[in-house]
C-alpha cells in the first residue's frame, strides 16, 4: 500500500506540471463522486442513496453562472455473487453560462462492480461506465453583433451579418472508471479514484460539420481520512482534472468533529485551493445517513477586476437509505447487576 500511495501521488505532480488551470468541477468532491468517476456509482454503506449539489458563480458579473445535479443510485447484492454488490445510477445535470445563456443539459446511465478481494477485506475495488444522451445550446436572441449597430444605435431585430443552421446541438458521451478503497483501520482510510471521460470524442457543431470535438478529460481524486484526536478526524484529498490543454488541481484539508458517536453526528471545515483561480471555504454536516456542505469560492484570479474577488457559491445534500440499523447502545442511570 504505500508502495501504490507513493506511485499515485507521483503521476498527480507530474501530470500536472506543464499544464495551466481551469474552473469546470464542483468545488465539494463528496457532493458529486460521480462527476469524477462512474466508479463510485454504488459505493457507499446502504442500499440507496440520493443526493443533489447547485452552484451559482460569479454572481458580481452582469450575468451569473449556475449549475446543478442530482444523483440516484442503488448498491444491489445479486444472488449470484457471493460478496461482490453490483452499482446502478442515473445522473441529471444542468449548466447555464454568460449572456448568451449558453447552456448544457445531460442525462447519465451509470453502472459499477464492486469487488471484494478474498485476500483482503479491508480492500475495495470497483469498475464503472456511463452512458449519456447531451443536448447544448445557446440563446441567439441574447447576443449582438456589429451588424446589429447603425453606427449611432443598436437597432433591435436587425439582421446579425451570422449564419446559423442550428443553436441546438446534441451528442452521445461514453466513461469509464476505476477506483480502489483500502482500510488501514476502522478509522483511518485511502482511497483513489479516476475517470476517463468523452471516450469517443463526440462532436458539437452548429454550422454542420465535424471541425469542433470534445477533448477527452481525465480525472482522478485521492482522499486520505483518519482519527488524529479523541473526537477529531483528518480529511485530505486532492483533485486533479486534465481535458485538452487545461488542467485543474485542487487540494483540500478538513477537520470533522464528532459530536455525538451514538447518532454519527459530527461538523467538518476546511479550506480548499483551486490552482490560479479561488481559496474554497467549506463547512458540512452529518447526521446518521443525512449528509450535507456549504462551500464559498473567493476568487483569486485576474478576472477579480469583474468578480471583486466574489467567486461561487455551492450546496449539497446526500441522503443514504438502508434497511439494516446500527447497534447504539442505550444508556442507563444505573449500572446492570448480573
Known amino acids: 500500500m504505500k508502495r501504490f500511495v507513493a506511485i499515485v501521488l507521483t503521476l498527480l505532480f507530474f501530470q500536472g506540471v506543464p499544464l495551466y488551470g481551469q474552473d469546470i468541477h464542483f468545488s465539494q468532491f463528496d457532493g ?18 440520493f443526493s443533489a449539489i447547485y452552484r451559482t458563480q ?26 461482490d454488490r453490483l452499482g446502478l445510477g442515473l445522473s441529471f445535470y444542468s449548466d447555464k453560462a454568460g449572456d448568451a445563456r449558453y447552456g448544457i443539459t445531460q442525462f447519465y446511465a451509470s453502472g459499477s462492480y464492486i469487488h471484494y478481494p478474498k485476500a483482503s477485506p479491508d480492500l475495495l475495488l470497483s469498475f464503472g461506465m456511463n452512458l449519456g444522451l447531451n443536448r447544448v445550446g445557446f440563446d441567439l436572441t441574447k447576443m449582438t453583433f456589429d451588424a446589429q449597430y447603425d453606427g449611432v444605435q443598436l437597432v433591435p431585430g436587425a439582421y446579425n451579418g451570422e449564419q446559423f443552421t442550428q443553436t441546438r446541438a446534441g451528442y452521445f458521451d461514453m466513461n469509464l472508471g476505476a477506483m480502489m478503497q483500502y482500510g488501514f483501520t ?31 478529460k481525465y480525472s482522478n481524486l485521492i482522499s486520505y481520512a483518519s482519527k ?12 486533479l482534472s486534465v481535458q ?15 459530536l455525538n458517536e451514538d447518532y454519527d453526528q459530527a461538523i467538518s471545515g476546511g479550506l480548499c485551493y483551486r490552482n490560479k483561480d479561488a481559496i ?26 469583474a468578480t471583486n474577488r466574489r467567486g461561487a457559491f455551492e450546496i449539497f445534500i446526500n441522503q443514504t437509505i438502508s434497511s439494516s440499523k446500527p447497534y447504539a447502545s442505550r444508556r442507563r442511570i444505573c449500572p446492570v447487576f448480573m
Open 280 to 305: 474554497i471555504m467549506r463547512m458540512g454536516y452529518h447526521y446518521k445517513l443525512f449528509h450535507s456542505g456549504i462551500a464559498y469560492d473567493i476568487n483569486v484570479s485576474k478576472f477579480t477586476a
Open 58 to 83: 460569479w454572481q458580481a458579473v452582469p450575468v451569473g453562472y449556475t449549475t446543478f445535479n442530482m444523483n440516484a443510485e442503488a448498491n444491489l447484492k445479486p444472488l449470484f455473487l457471493k460478496k
Open 244 to 258: 485538452g490543454k487545461n488542467l485543474e488541481v485542487v487540494p483540500h484539508l478538513s477537520l470533522k468533529y464528532i
Open 186 to 216: 476502522e478509522t483511518k482510510k485511502i482511497s483513489f479514484g479516476f475517470g476517463l471521460h468523452h471516450i469517443t470524442t463526440p462532436e458539437i457543431s452548429y454550422q454542420g460539420n465535424d471541425l469542433s470535438q470534445l477533448d477527452f
Open 228 to 239: 488524529v484526536g479523541y473526537r477529531t478526524h483528518l480529511i485530505a484529498e486532492a483533485l
Open 32 to 49: 458529486a463522486p460521480l462527476n469524477i468517476s462512474p466508479a463510485y456509482t454504488g459505493v457507499f454503506e446502504g442500499e440507496y442513496r
